[in-house]
Nanobody
Framework: QVQLVESGGGWVQAGGSLNLSCAAS????????MAWFRQAPGKEREFVAG???????YYADSVKGRFTIARDNAKNTVWLQMNSLKPEDTAVYYC?????????????????WGQGTQVTVSS
């Protein structure tokens, strides 16, 4: 069982930065693929970034070059550094954990989810 708690969301002007954190419980954290998803009002939840236990990273095209995902297995923590934020990045951001199955961008691949943290980017 893994419990995930996100923090670091908030309000920022376009062009600004935020750093989201996800603290995980459980001794097997290092074996999980960790990811960030987001969901804007009226839209489906979408993949943002993912990281495997060895550090391989994956990004949605919309955030490449602006967002960076990182993890520290000793601290059971994953981060999402978000730079050059745009109004279209506004959403609730969710941390997720799952077992690697060869794919990483589908919500069905993840077994555990955090409660979400709101990110609002104003123009």
């Amino acid at each position: 069982q893994v419990q995930l708690v996100e923090s670091g969301g908030g309000w920022v002007q376009a062009g600004g930065s935020l750093n989201l954190s996800c603290a995980a419980s459980g001794r097997t954290f290092s074996t999980y693929v960790m990811a960030w998803f987001r969901q804007a009002p009226g839209k489906e939840r979408e993949f943002v970034a993912g990281i495997r236990w060895r550090g391989n990273t994956y990004y949605a095209d919309s955030v490449k070059g602006r967002f960076t995902i990182a993890r520290d297995n000793a601290k059971n923590t994953v981060w999402l550094q978000m730079n050059s934020l745009k109004p279209e990045d506004t959403a609730v951001y969710y941390c997720a954990a799952g077992r690697w199955s060869g794919t990483y961008s589908y919500t069905s691949e993840y077994d555990y989810w955090g409660q979400g943290t709101q990110v609002t980017v104003s123009s």
